[in-house]
């Protein structure tokens, strides 16, 4: 029995809660067994998508006391080597201990045919890109496409706002845009871009099809390149005054409709 499964065995068998000693001012102070050994399954998963491997340095911020417990323990486990990281050093130092995000590769994620696909391409803000990343891991999206130039790739801020979705998503990047969109057609993918004017509603897609949507950027939206390359430029219909949503809620509201659809379009099993 390991390290981990030792400790584990003794939180199954102690009565009540465990007391953590690490709490954060506000934060729950105590966690049970299964509790932690959930975020400690997360917390490695994490290590490991980071890049860090058996005996480099990290120092890691944890948001509340149970993700820092099992921060340490993850560390422990993956054989890597904690350095202290104090109030008074800057965010920058932090990312300069982890390595960088290990990206899939284009090729073999349009190979591996997952409908629908999300490509961002000129989303800016690392807030709004896990926004989105979380949006669409619950919309049931399993892979996203970030172009290289003009959008944020993965960071921390990232990571923390996706809220773990980046974990369950197969991310990959691209150079020329208009050249993966070729190569999505060419997979048998039907590329749709989203734009407030679109010339379909998104209520009236085809949602049979495999389906790509594209986003653009929170100013600009979709480039024109974009949309030429594009078999449909979808809108969400507005029912207000203000002429379109935030990239992130188009985006949940594009993929919660397909998964809608889809849903509906199965055959029902009598009562």
């Not at 109030?87 to 997952?114: C, G, I, K, N, T």
């Not at 379909?200 to 897609?205: A, P, Q, T």
Request: proline share 4%.
């Amino acid at each position: 029995m390991n390290f981990l499964e030792n400790i584990f065995s003794r939180l199954d068998h102690a009565a009540g809660r465990v007391l953590l000693a690490e709490a954060h001012p506000g934060g729950d102070r105590t966690a049970t067994g299964a509790q932690l050994r959930t975020q400690v399954a997360a917390a490695r998963a994490y290590l490991r998508a980071s890049g860090l491997g058996r005996g480099d340095r990290c120092a890691l911020v944890a948001p509340n006391s149970i993700w820092w417990t099992a921060l340490d323990l993850a560390i422990i486990a993956e054989g890597l080597i904690a350095v202290p990281l104090y109030a008074r050093q800057a965010p920058a130092e932090l990312v300069a201990m982890m390595r960088e995000y290990q990206y899939a590769a284009f090729e073999d994620v349009v190979a591996e045919a997952h409908d629908p696909l999300l490509v961002i391409d000129g989303v800016t803000d690392p807030r709004n890109l896990g926004a989105i990343m979380r949006s669409a891991e619950c919309a049931g999206v399993r892979a996203i496409v970030i172009a290289r130039d003009r959008t944020v790739g993965i960071t921390p801020i990232v990571v923390k706002s996706s809220a773990g979705a980046w974990i369950h998503l197969r991310i990959a990047r691209c150079g020329n845009v208009a050249q993966a969109l070729a190569a999505l057609k060419d997979a048998g993918y039907w590329v749709v871009a989203l734009a407030p004017a679109g010339d379909v509603s998104i209520y009236d897609l085809d949602t049979s099809r495999k389906l790509a949507f594209v986003l653009g950027s929170e100013g600009r939206g979709v480039r024109e390149i974009v949309r030429k390359s594009s078999d449909f430029v979808a809108g969400i219909p507005m029912r207000g005054r203000i002429e379109s949503l935030n990239v992130s809620v188009a985006a949940a509201v594009a993929l919660f409709e397909v998964a809608r659809c889809r849903i509906a379009a199965r055959p029902r099993v009598p009562a």
